[in-house]
């Protein structure tokens, strides 16, 4: 791992990558964020019983279009074209539900960026879809799992 800021130029400054040297390579990534909630308010959503309707197909929309988007609001982000993003919602136990996010596309560089939006949106929109029954609702342990591809190789959660 390398210990050196690369969206700082010689002088400190912010800037943007220049990646056009780096060879293509399949790229994925995968990242999570864990949203808890009263078990009332996960009942609720699993039954389909909130007023602003299906809370995890919006949620999974949100995700993906926010994975789209991640140059649009991280501002050193070079825009991508992926090629698969997919959103993955599951009920943990009576309280937590876990989204994924994994991204991937063959290009210049990594996905963990739009991995990380995707799986942040997806439990924002969560919350939002929740919040007129549910205000206490935390958004937690947002991270990146794994990544593949590229100079560095795989990475892994687990194994850092």
Do not use: F
């Amino acid at each position: 791992m390398s210990d050196t800021l690369t969206h700082l130029d010689a002088n400190g400054h912010a800037h943007m990558v220049d990646v056009s040297e780096k060879d293509i390579s399949k790229r994925t990534a995968t990242a999570r964020s864990l949203v808890r909630m009263l078990p009332s308010t996960l009942k609720k959503v699993m039954e389909g019983g909130l007023p602003k309707g299906d809370v995890l197909a919006t949620a999974r929309i949100a995700g993906i279009q926010a994975a789209k988007k991640t140059s649009d609001l991280i501002p050193l982000c070079h825009p991508l074209m992926l090629t698969k993003v997919s959103v993955e919602i599951d009920v943990v136990d009576d309280e937590h539900i876990e989204i994924l996010c994994t991204c991937a596309l063959s290009g210049k560089t990594g996905v963990e960026m739009e991995a990380l939006t995707g799986a942040s949106v997806a439990a924002l929109t969560l919350y939002d879809m929740c919040k007129a029954v549910d205000k206490g609702i935390v958004i937690t342990q947002t991270a990146l799992l794994e990544k593949h591809g590229g100079k560095s190789g795989s990475w892994s959660a687990n194994n850092a």
